[in-house]
């Protein structure tokens, strides 16, 4: 049975630091590409970030990149995302997604249940 969790979100004030975590068992995380996807209230959902198998590659939303940062441990089947300086529009329910290659909007097959990540003061 596929299943992907997610951890680590919380409230973190503007300019501040969060890491996600996403652990992934019944499939080998090595032949999947993993992504993570938010959903803020209100709006629709927004590919934030997609580490690619085999390759190395990984792909950004422009309205993350150079602040956050995608990784992956095939052996420990978890995936991160390092969240810094942190704004308020960053607030969103993120979610972790594995797919066999990074789709072009969030056409994933699996998904977690998502961490709530919210950035105010």
């Known amino acids: 049975q596929v299943q992907l969790v997610e951890s680590g979100g919380g409230l973190v004030q503007p300019g501040g630091s969060l890491r996600l975590s996403c652990a992934a068992s019944g499939f080998t995380l090595g032949y999947y590409a993993i992504g993570w996807v938010r959903q803020a209230p209100g709006k629709e959902r927004e590919g934030v970030s997609c580490s690619a198998p085999y390759n190395g590659r990984k792909y950004y939303a422009e309205s993350v990149k150079g602040r956050f940062t995608i990784s992956r441990d095939d052996a420990k089947n978890t995936v991160y995302l390092q969240m810094n300086t942190l704004k308020p529009e960053d607030t969103a329910v993120y979610y972790c997604?594995?797919?066999?290659?990074?789709?072009?909007?969030?056409?994933?097959?699996?998904w977690g249940q998502g961490t709530q990540a919210t950035v105010s003061s």
């Open positions: 997604a594995a797919a066999p290659v990074c789709p072009d909007f969030d056409e994933y097959d699996y």
